[in-house]
Antibody, heavy 119, light 109 residues
Framework: QVPLVQSGADVKKPGASVKVSCEASGYAFPSYYMHWVRQAPGQGLEWMGLINPADGSTTLAQRFQGRVSITRDTSTSTVHMEVISLRAEDTAVYYC????????????WGQGTLVTVSS | SALTQPPSASGSPGQSLTISCTGTPRDVGGYYYVSWYQHHPGKAPKILIYEVSKRPSGVPDRFSGSKSGSTASLTVSGLQAEDEADYYC??????????FGTGTKVTVL
């Protein structure tokens, strides 16, 4: 496992946007996909999407297309995930997770970032 | 759509239990990229199994995985108190898409 350090908890109002960051270290950043997974209160894990840090290409789960974007900054080995038009149902812990060391499995995870959407 | 897991499973210390993960031919049935994770509340998930049955270094051999058709399984042998956690399967679903299971809460009696 490698260190993935995420930004801190955030509170947003409905309709606002939030950006969560994930800084990687200890490995060749461009060589491994980075994913975003969320867990709403009392719910299971949900895969949101991924970015290929080598070229910045992304794949998003269908339900997040148009509302979620994932970007990367290779100079700081950081991946960002932004959700726009937030609603209460977006309240969740958001995790970044790396794949590629053990093929398509998520071998390293960030500590999680709680995003609360509340008026 | 999420893979289907039983909501809960339980066993006494030393016993074995098996958790199923049912998908479709478009995910679990179509690829050997099924993985399993242990998730203690408030912590990051931890990988237990990848590629259906392989264990990362450091994962005890009490954890084993298998697959038949579109259903994968995780078996925990010799249950220990620290195995009490939530368990999730995940599968590659093609075109750089992935899907998680609904999760199973394991209780050690």
């Amino acid at each position: 496992q490698v260190p993935l350090v995420q930004s801190g908890a955030d509170v947003k109002k409905p309709g606002a946007s939030v950006k969560v960051s994930c800084e990687a270290s200890g490995y060749a950043f461009p060589s491994y996909y980075m994913h975003w997974v969320r867990q709403a209160p009392g719910q299971g894990l949900e895969w949101m999407g991924l970015i290929n840090p080598a070229d910045g290409s992304t794949t998003l789960a269908q339900r997040f297309q148009g509302r979620v974007s994932i970007t990367r900054d290779t100079s700081t080995s950081t991946v960002h995930m932004e959700v726009i038009s937030l609603r209460a149902e977006d309240t969740a812990v958001y995790y970044c997770a790396r794949s590629g060391y053990y093929s398509e499995a998520f071998d390293s995870w960030g500590q999680g970032t709680l995003v609360t959407v509340s008026s | 759509s999420a893979l289907t897991q039983p909501p809960s499973a339980s066993g006494s210390p030393g016993q074995s239990l098996t958790i199923s993960c049912t998908g479709t031919p478009r995910d679990v049935g179509g690829y050997y990229y099924v993985s399993w994770y242990q998730h203690h509340p408030g912590k990051a998930p931890k990988i237990l199994i990848y590629e259906v049955s392989k264990r990362p270094s450091g994962v005890p051999d009490r954890f084993s995985g298998s697959k038949s058709g579109s259903t994968a399984s995780l078996t925990v042998s010799g249950l220990q108190a620290e195995d009490e956690a939530d368990y999730y399967c995940s599968s590659y679903a093609g075109d750089n898409n992935y899907v998680f299971g609904t999760g199973t809460k394991v209780t050690v009696l």
